[in-house]
């Protein structure tokens, strides 16, 4: 950011520090309180860490929008909710405080179900319809893509209803995990075939 | 080009526009400044056409943000100069502003010249882009600072020959 020709007496200005982390970090917290009473904040995210990883968490004003996993990488889906509901994103902890504390109890096996104000606004049609229909499989069991296409009302949809899950925002809450193959194999999922074996036995040894 | 997260916005250029807020108002109003740069930059930033030059842009709004604090300070009772002195020692142990001597030197120049020198040397703005926000052409944009400059060397710089940093 500095020119690159170095001007004279530049010098004198190497005595500041470039960045000011503390101070950075204190005025950060004061926008994100600012930006919260405004009602400007219109994407606040955080992530935590969990057996399958560090998982990225993204509410709107309405409702937890987004969880992502570290491979579907936290900076292009950020850039992606910054192109799709709003640039004000910020990272703000507290909204997403009762989203991570359920999220801790999930993975410690003491939480079976999500109680949570959701936001679907990222899937639209069929992939919203069928989404809306996975809370239905109870946790530790499991449904086939063709059962849940019947569910959401269209038996022969059981393609879309892959395509649904493979892009579902809002995964581990949303159990698309919990959709598994007519053979019994697992499937594909958007955490990878190993996150979905983690949740799957998780809910098993219950 | 797309808007990026606003999060990238204040983590590439939060620490600029601090140090250009701490050059311009001092270490006790920077806060002020930058908080209300990034909230009023936060509410504008969706009709921000991409591709702009967000720098220029916050630095823009910072220099607003800066004439309110001076207008509202002036208006206060007290006037500027009998705003309690800010001490190396003070300023020093929360870590805000390490040289606060470099500060009261800064308050000791016109202040065209202290913008003209947190634009250019802070910031890194062209003076072309410093002259606009100064009301100025590039000729005079560069004199204010080449004057600033001289002037510091003077204040500043001579008190902190061969002091370790």
Known sequence: ????????????????PAVDAEAQRRLHDRLVAAAEAE???????????????????????????????????????????????????????????????????YFAGRRHAFDLPLDFRLSRGFRRDVLTHLTDIGYGHTATYAAVAAAAGNPRAVRA???????????????????????????GYVGGPQAKRVLLALEAAA | MRLAPFEQIVAAYGPTVLRVCRAVLGPEDADDAWSETFLAAMRAYPELRPGSNVEAWLVTIAKRK?????????????PMDDLPESTPGSVQSDGSFRDAELWEALKALPRKQREALAYHYLAGLPYATVAELLGNNEAAARRAAADGIKRLRTTYSATHKGEPR
């Open chain 1, 1 to 16: 950011m500095n020119s690159t020709a170095r001007d004279p007496g530049a010098e004198i200005f190497d005595d500041l």
């Open chain 1, 39 to 105: 009602g400007i904040l219109d994407v606040a995210y955080r992530t935590v860490d969990t057996p399958v990883g560090s998982l990225l968490l993204a509410a709107t004003g309405e409702g937890l929008v987004r969880v992502a996993y570290a491979r579907e990488d936290h900076d292009a889906v950020l850039s992606a909710l910054a192109d799709r509901i709003s640039p004000r994103v910020l990272n703000a902890p507290a909204r997403l405080d009762a989203v991570a504390f359920e999220i801790d109890e």
């Open chain 1, 161 to 187: 209803v892959g395509s649904a899950c493979a892009n579902n925002p809002i995964p581990v809450v949303v159990p698309c995990h919990r959709v598994v193959r007519s053979d019994g194999s697992a499937g």
């Open chain 2, 66 to 78: 800066a004439i309110d604090q001076h207008r509202a300070r002036t208006r206060r009772p007290v």
